[in-house]
């Protein structure tokens, strides 16, 4: 029995370590229902950052991904798209909250007594006191601090070209954000891109909520390749 249950609990751990993380995500997308143009072209939503920043071309990769896979095709330059895409993203700073917990357990050892009636060879009835095993409910709680960081990926859609005013009119916008236990947005980008992708040209009517799982084909599809020391783990 003792070896039955240690191999129910390896068993446990393996089908848990095998469990892909699942994101969720919150989504706002609102649209000014201009048609979508399938030809887009990724730009800096900030204008101090260079579109060759490193981590601004690998953010742009994996969003072209995403759309790519929703039927929309990359343009080389602005002047050949029929929309220009400003991407943005952001990692908030570490925030703490206290989280306080309630769980029930059964004390094992636990014994009670009472009085049972006997009855003597005279006929007598004597109570007699007695303890027996009785497995009473406990509660503890537990309080822990838990650290996060909420992490962000706006994609804002705009015409090519100006309009009277001199403005690229905007067509749509998208922001998707998720809560993580660390600071690591290049790992959370992918699913951060494919909720996006998936609700471009809509309108949510405000923030909705959706469940990204880690080992989703088009998550797995965009992400990028894992050196090899990573891929192992």
């Not at 009855?119 to 309080?143: E, I, K, L």
């Not at 790992?187 to 471009?200: F, G, N, T």
Request: with cysteine; hydrophobic share 40%; net charge neutral.
């Amino acid at each position: 029995m003792k070896m039955l249950r240690q191999f129910s609990f390896f068993l446990l751990a393996l089908l848990l370590a095998g469990c892909a993380t699942v994101r969720r995500v919150k989504v706002d997308a609102i649209s000014s229902g201009h048609p979508v143009t399938a030809a887009f072209h990724i730009v800096p939503a900030n204008p101090d950052l260079s579109a060759g920043d490193l981590r601004f071309r690998e953010a742009s990769r994996i969003v072209a991904k995403a759309l790519e896979a929703k039927g929309y095709s990359e343009s080389p330059d602005a002047s050949s798209a029929g929309i220009v895409i400003a991407l943005d993203t952001s990692v908030s700073e570490p925030r703490s909250v206290s989280v306080t917990r309630t769980d029930s357990f059964y004390d094992p050892f636990f014994y009670a007594s009472g009085r049972v009636p006997v009855r003597t060879r005279s006929g007598a009835v004597v109570f007699v006191r007695t303890s027996y095993w009785h497995p009473s409910p406990d509660f503890y709680q537990t309080t822990t601090t838990e650290t996060y960081y909420d992490m962000r990926l706006s994609l804002t859609a705009f015409a090519p070209k100006a309009d009277a005013s001199g403005e690229l009119p905007q067509l749509w916008s998208v922001i998707v954000t998720t809560r993580e236990a660390n600071s690591d947005l290049r790992k959370a980008l992918p699913s951060l891109a494919v909720a996006a992708a998936r609700h471009v040209g809509e309108d949510t009517h405000g923030e909705i909520f959706v469940s990204i799982s880690g080992d989703d084909p088009e998550v797995v599809r965009i992400a990028p390749a894992l050196p090899a020391k990573d891929a192992a783990k």
